[in-house]
């Protein structure tokens, strides 16, 4: 049987974000935010994106929709490259494609009741009546666990957890195939972090929904995944399903990380790996290997050549030229 085609299929996406000086304002350098990326997210699954805040996570977001432009490479959402997309193409595609935001109080409209909220895309994209829109607009908030009777009310009166409830709601009233969630509960307290997660997988069994899951909690994206992306200074530095991953990683960032995760056992002593310095600019980036200087396994190759980024067993791939000897 042919293999299903990928819902997404990110090639080689680059986005450098030129730095302008001197009196005439310019292009002196570029910041490498994004710095070929590539990866593919199969219907109905959770895709994980991983790394220390400022590795190009957000942007890989940020980008595939549009809400940026590449500065090369292409995205497939079922077979129509976003890049290159017109007007209009764009607009019909944003409706298979939403976002629910790191910062729930900020990515709602202060001056807007939740309903008013909810229902933008609605009236945006022009579909159904003002009775349907309200309709549908209870029903998603019914969905994420909100009484019906909160569309008129105004984000400030809601606490946290709620209002990322809301955004969740606002993403799904559109009925999307695939929803980004850029750290949707990073800004929560940990007891309603569990809550909004177990309320994603609910949602996905039950609508049938595609997530690219961004955080730097490698707890919460083994709770949630599928499968898993390890970003390093705007690539992405090991791709595999979760267990995999995080019974044999083959990067030693990714080794890094894991060893961070905190575990529950007090007689169980962990072996935590200290990464020494600081993250490198992704302005002038290291040669070789970026993560090299950092790296208690580094060899002069290294510092010499960087690593291709290969399939080092079925599933798994990996950017390290002794993935064999991480584990």
């Excluded at 940020?62 to 497939?76: D, E, F, Y």
């Excluded at 209009?88 to 109080?105: C, K, T, V």
């Excluded at 898993?228 to 200074?233: E, G, I, N, S, T």
Aim: charged residues 25%; positive net charge.
């Amino acid at each position: 049987m042919p293999m299903e085609k990928p819902l997404l299929d990110v090639r080689n996406l680059v986005k450098h974000y030129p730095i302008r000086g001197g009196i005439l304002r310019r292009t002196v350098q570029y910041n490498r935010s994004v710095d070929d990326v590539s990866f593919t997210i199969r219907r109905g699954e959770t895709l994980g994106l991983v790394g220390e805040s400022g590795c190009g996570k957000t942007t890989v977001c940020r980008t595939i929709l549009r809400l940026t432009r590449p500065t090369s490479g292409t995205a497939l959402f079922n077979g129509t490259d976003i890049f290159k997309a017109s007007g209009r193409e764009l607009r019909g595609l944003r409706r298979h494609m939403q976002i629910i935001f790191q910062d729930p109080y900020a990515s709602l409209d202060p001056r807007l009741t939740i309903g008013e909220s909810v229902a933008e895309g609605l009236v945006i994209h022009r579909i159904g009546t003002a009775k349907e829109r309200t309709e549908r607009v209870r029903g998603a908030l019914e969905k994420v666990g909100l009484h019906p009777d909160h569309t008129q009310r105004f984000p400030h009166e809601f606490s946290g957890g709620q209002r990322q409830r809301i955004g969740i709601a606002r993403a799904l009233i559109m009925e999307p195939e695939l929803i980004m969630c850029d750290e949707p509960v990073s800004a929560l307290d940990v007891s309603v972090q569990s809550q909004v997660l177990n309320l994603l997988r609910s949602l996905q069994q039950e609508l049938g929904l595609t997530y690219l899951f961004i955080a730097h909690n490698l707890s919460v994206v083994e709770h949630i995944s599928n499968r898993v992306a390890v970003m390093y200074l705007g690539k992405i530095v090991e791709l595999a399903d979760r267990q995999s991953l995080f019974r044999t990683p083959r990067h030693p960032y990714t080794r890094a990380l894991i060893s961070a995760i905190p575990i529950p056992d007090p007689t169980v002593r962990s072996e935590r790996i200290i990464l020494q310095g600081d993250v490198p600019s992704p302005v002038n980036p290291p040669p070789g290997c970026r993560f090299h200087p950092r790296c208690w396994m580094a060899r002069p190759l290294c510092k010499e050549q960087e690593p291709s980024f290969e399939e080092k067993e079925p599933g798994h791939w990996s950017a390290c030229h002794f993935a064999e000897e991480v584990s």
